[in-house]
């Protein structure tokens, strides 16, 4: 059974819906986190790692993790880096503002993995975004959890989205983590490196009793699962998310084939074991 | 395999068949010939069809030119499928005006009945309805005009040089997926067709047809002019080509194909499988903007654009993924091949590639490399 056959299953198709911007932080130079709200009826419900398609009529339309909580059912939360056309038309919404809206998409992480296990996160750039409904998950469950462990690389320390909550996080007790950052600078004083630099000096867990659930640049994720490997975790208790050219998220345009899948259906999210080969094949 | 129900004759019978449908509401929609091309298009009478008229094709050649027969159907295709009849080419699928409010536009599709498609489009139809209606989802324009569809199959009794059905398991007769199926037959100084109804829309169009009862010796007929049409397609695909192409991810081959393909996407956009598509937002100067998806291909190194470049920026990686997608990983996918043999890649590719060809020339690596390759 598919993972997201617990979700409720919306009638999708190409059809948006308009939501409007209710909150808008700038997490980040080029960066920023948007509230949403239907202008009609409530937002969506959704699972933690699943996207949306995002757009601006006569803009584009592009897929955006949601990075907000799963538990609240309050607005839709994205966090929108501006690359390109779409992204920076979205990033330069401000409150008020109205967009369209299709989703939610893909399988989840599958959070229920983790109960009565460790949770280990690995996180690097923006990929903190589609992990961070995860954190949300599993502080409201810690109970059924064994352990909350949350690793993160980041460009450099104005590079770290959602600064003042990641810190709180991370100084609470109900979880553990660390940040490295790739670049040294003044203002940094902890550990620089790749984040799989944090894998061996200080994930302190139990590979046997852990899952692991990564994201962030596929290279990134590549020589993440090697240092896990390496640890001791086997390749069905590691889960990444992948990343693909998309344009209907529904498995009718193709754009998003890896090999035998779809990325936008059969994932973003997948178990390492499925999809090791189409991870190293080149120009697959 | 549907029996025959009816033997119906050739110029009275087909001109009958087409007033019931017309009758019944239908659009009718049969072979054409059009600037030196069978194509599909509206046709008002059995008079319209491009009877006598035969095609000889080849790696990168089409002509159309007259047969030794007055018969209806010999070694004809149309250049497309039902493709554009089910899926457009490129559509609105939602419309913005200046104040966000979004309307979907209505799929606008009468009945139609398209006469005399062939085994191959057939078959590439079910893989449509496999493809655009895969649990969860339903692709709601694509299923208004697939059931606004009635197909009038007719079996092949001489196929193309391109052909290559009875290699994938899709002709050259229609076993399922029609409404109607038509053998036509021309022995012993009598000219018509045999009848066989697939559904219940084909099945009353059958009782108001005038003919005669189907006798053995017709039957037999239509069995020879079967297996002789089998035997009479000189390509093939490998039996074991989906695990071929699925182990052949690094071999040299492809890039000697990419040497001669010009990456020019023509094998998409004939073949009557091919599903992607790319959606793009437009704008008019009213300030109103639109939605559209259009018909797109593996083959532009815009298809898998992320940040920065293409996933496929080598021609010999985009040629690769077409051919294992159809032949491979459409059997992951969808659980069937993505090819139906119908061969219009071969006929209207600008330089001839030939995809059996390929096909056996990468079995035939592997052979060498694997002496004793498992069917995996
Ligand atoms: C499942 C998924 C989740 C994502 N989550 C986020 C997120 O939470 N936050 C965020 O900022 N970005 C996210 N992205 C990446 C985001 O979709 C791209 O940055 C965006 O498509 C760039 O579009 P553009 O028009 O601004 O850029 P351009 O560079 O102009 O891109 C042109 C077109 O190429 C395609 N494209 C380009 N880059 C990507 C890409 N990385 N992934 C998919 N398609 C791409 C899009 O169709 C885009 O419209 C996610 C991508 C996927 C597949
Ligand atoms: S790949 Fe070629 S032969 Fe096969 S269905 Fe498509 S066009 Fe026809
Ligand atoms: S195989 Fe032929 S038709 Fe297809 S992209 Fe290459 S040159 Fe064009
Ligand atoms: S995004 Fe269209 S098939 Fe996956």
Redesign the pocket.
């Known amino acids: 059974m598919p993972r997201s056959m617990a979700a409720p299953v919306w009638e999708l198709g190409m059809e948006p819906v308009v939501y409007q911007v209710t909150g808008r932080h700038q997490e980040l130079v080029d960066?920023v986190t948007l509230q949403m709200t239907p202008v009609d009826g409530p937002a969506m419900s959704f699972l933690p790692g699943q996207?949306t398609m995002m757009g601006l009529p006569g803009i584009?339309?592009?897929?955006?993790?949601i990075?907000g909580s799963p538990n609240d059912g309050g607005p839709l939360t994205?966090?929108?880096?501006?690359?390109?056309?779409?992204?920076?038309a979205i990033a330069g919404l401000g409150v008020g503002d109205r967009l369209l809206m299709r989703g939610p998409f893909?399988e989840p992480w599958p959070v229920e993995e983790a109960v009565g296990r460790h949770l280990l996160i690995i996180a690097g750039g923006?990929g903190l975004?589609?992990v961070r409904p995860i954190v949300y998950w599993a502080l409201a469950n810690r109970g059924r959890l064994a352990g909350v462990e949350l690793l993160y690389g980041a460009r450099g320390p104005d590079y770290i989205p959602y600064g003042a909550q990641l810190l709180g996080w991370l100084a609470s007790d109900r979880m553990t983590g660390s940040l490295i950052v790739d670049r040294h600078s003044d203002e940094w004083a902890g550990p620089v490196g790749p984040v799989t630099e944090l894998i061996g000096r200080h994930a302190t867990v139990d590979p046997a009793k852990t899952v692991a659930m990564v994201c962030g640049p596929e290279i990134m994720m590549r020589f993440v699962i090697q240092a896990l490997e390496a640890r001791g975790f086997a390749d069905s208790d590691i889960w990444v998310?992948?990343?693909?050219?998309?344009?209907c998220a529904l498995g009718w345009c193709g754009?998003?084939q890896l090999g035998p899948v779809f990325?936008?259906r059969d994932?973003?999210v997948f178990r390492v074991d499925h999809v090791r080969n189409l991870m190293t094949q080149s120009e697959l | 395999m549907v029996d025959d129900s009816l033997w119906i004759e050739a110029d009275a019978g087909l001109r009958q068949l087409l007033a019931v449908l017309q009758g019944r509401g239908y659009e009718t929609v049969g072979l054409t010939e059009q600037d030196g091309c069978i194509t599909l298009g509206p046709i008002a009478s059995a008079d319209d069809l491009p009877r006598g008229r035969i095609m000889d094709t080849g790696g990168g050649h089409v002509r159309c030119r007259d047969g030794e027969s007055d018969r209806f159907f010999d070694k004809t295709l149309p250049m497309q499928g039902l493709k554009r009849f089910v899926y457009p080419a490129h559509e609105a699928v939602a419309q913005f005006d200046d104040d966000l409010t979004i309307t979907t536009p209505e799929v606008e599709m009468r009945p139609t009945a398209v006469f005399g498609v062939r085994a191959c489009d057939v078959a590439a139809i079910d893989i449509f309805d496999v493809v655009f209606r895969k649990p969860p989802y339903t692709d709601a324009r694509f299923a208004a005009r697939r059931d606004g569809l009635l197909i009038v199959a007719v079996d092949c009794a001489v196929p193309l040089e391109t052909c290559f059905c009875a290699s994938m398991g899709t002709g050259p007769h229609a076993t399922t997926g029609f409404d109607l199926a038509l053998t036509e037959l021309s022995d012993g100084g009598e000219h018509g067709f045999l009848v066989r109804a697939g559904s219940a829309a084909g099945r009353g169009i059958l009782a108001e047809l005038d003919g005669e009862a189907v006798r053995d010796d017709q039957v037999a007929a239509k069995r020879a002019q079967a297996d002789a049409a089998a035997a009479a397609m000189t390509r093939s695909m490998p039996a074991n080509v989906a695990s071929v192409v699925r182990q052949s991810h690094d071999s040299p081959h492809w890039s000697e194909v990419a040497s001669r393909c010009l990456t020019c996407a023509n094998c998409t956009m004939v073949c009557p499988t091919c599903f992607c598509s790319t959606v793009e937002d437009r704008n008019a100067l009213d300030g109103t903007a639109w939605r559209e998806r259009r018909w797109d291909s593996c083959f532009s190194i815009?298809f898998s654009?992320?940040?920065?470049g293409g996933v496929r920026e080598s021609a010999p990686a985009r040629y690769r993924q077409w051919m294992t997608h159809k032949l491979g990983h459409w059997h992951d996918q969808f659980g069937m091949s993505g090819c139906v043999g119908c061969g219009r890649c071969i006929a209207w590719c600008p330089v001839g590639i030939d995809i059996t060809a390929e096909a056996h020339v990468l079995a035939a690596d592997l052979e060498r490399a694997v002496p004793t390759m498992g069917d995996n």
């Open positions: 960066t996207f584009g339309e592009i897929p955006v993790s990075s994205q966090t929108i880096r501006a690359v390109g056309k779409v992204s920076a893909g923006l975004a589609p998310s992948m990343e693909r050219n998309m344009k754009h998003c990325v936008c994932g973003p | 815009e654009y992320i940040h920065g």
